[in-house]
T-cell receptor
Framework: GNSVTQMEGPVTLSEEAFLTINCTYT??????LFWYVQYPGEGLQLLLK?????DKGSNKGFEATYRKETTSFHLEKGSVQVSDSAVYFC????????????FGKGTLLTVNP | DAGVTQSPTHLIKTRGQHVTLRCSPI?????VSWYQQVLGQGPQFIFQ???????GRGNFPDRFSARQFPNYSSELNVNALLLGDSALYLC?????????????FGSGTRLTVV
């Protein structure tokens, strides 16, 4: 079945540092890939997505590229802010009739001023 | 525009009891999905409904059931509650089903079973 493995946290960075959160996946077919963010006490918000190989998703300074050859979708940001502190989830949605989201375990990011 | 609305926001139940969680999707959205998020883990898929029909079911026991109403709102029911059912239950709505349609999540219902 489908699965997502993402970098274990927690990750602690200083403001303006570079961020990478690794995500790899296992799936049949050609899934769509997502990054969701969860702020304390809130639900999930879609951060970015990519629907086919070599697509780059981007939003709010975050980027991730769909790499089919390495089955990866790593999240990057060049300069993090305190307000980026949250839990980040990598997820995939399989093709065919299976449109459920399969999530990784999440990575807690804390950015210190 | 109202987002995805879930009620109640918090709930405490005793083992063996039954619980009903409710979700109102974004206006115009016809698909609702339910996820369970145990503390420290990623959300796990429970059910997906589209046009009032079940279109997917995750690996959860028969104690979990759901339905979608003609106005596209949805209920998740859990019978014979166990301590392990304590979790954040998330509802997600989308226009239709398919990867091209994004999912919008509600803030969830925090269920505590004691």
């Amino acid at each position: 079945g489908n699965s997502v493995t993402q970098m274990e946290g927690p990750v602690t960075l200083s403001e303006e540092a570079f961020l990478t959160i690794n995500c790899t996946y296992t799936a049949t077919g050609y899934p769509s890939l997502f990054w969701y963010v969860q702020y304390p006490g809130e639900g999930l918000q879609l951060l970015l997505k990519a629907t086919k190989a070599d697509d780059k998703g981007s939003n709010k300074g975050f980027e991730a590229t769909y790499r089919k050859e390495t089955t990866s979708f790593h999240l990057e940001k060049g300069s993090v802010q305190v307000s980026d502190s949250a839990v980040y989830f990598c997820a995939l949605s399989g093709g065919g009739s299976n449109y459920k989201l399969t999530f990784g375990k999440g990575t807690l990011l804390t950015v210190n001023p | 525009d109202a987002g995805v609305t879930q009620s109640p926001t918090h709930l405490i139940k005793t083992r063996g009891q039954h619980v009903t969680l409710r979700c109102s999707p974004i206006s115009g959205h016809k698909s609702v999905s339910w996820y369970q998020q145990v503390l420290g883990q990623g959300p796990q898929f429970i059910f997906q409904y589209y046009e009032k029909e079940e279109r997917g079911r995750g690996n959860f026991p028969d104690r979990f059931s759901a339905r979608q109403f003609p106005n596209y709102s949805s209920e998740l029911n859990v019978n014979a509650l166990l301590l392990g059912d304590s979790a954040l239950y998330l509802c997600a709505s989308s226009l239709a089903i398919g990867e091209l349609y994004g999912y919008t999540f509600g803030s969830g219902t925090r269920l505590t079973v004691v």
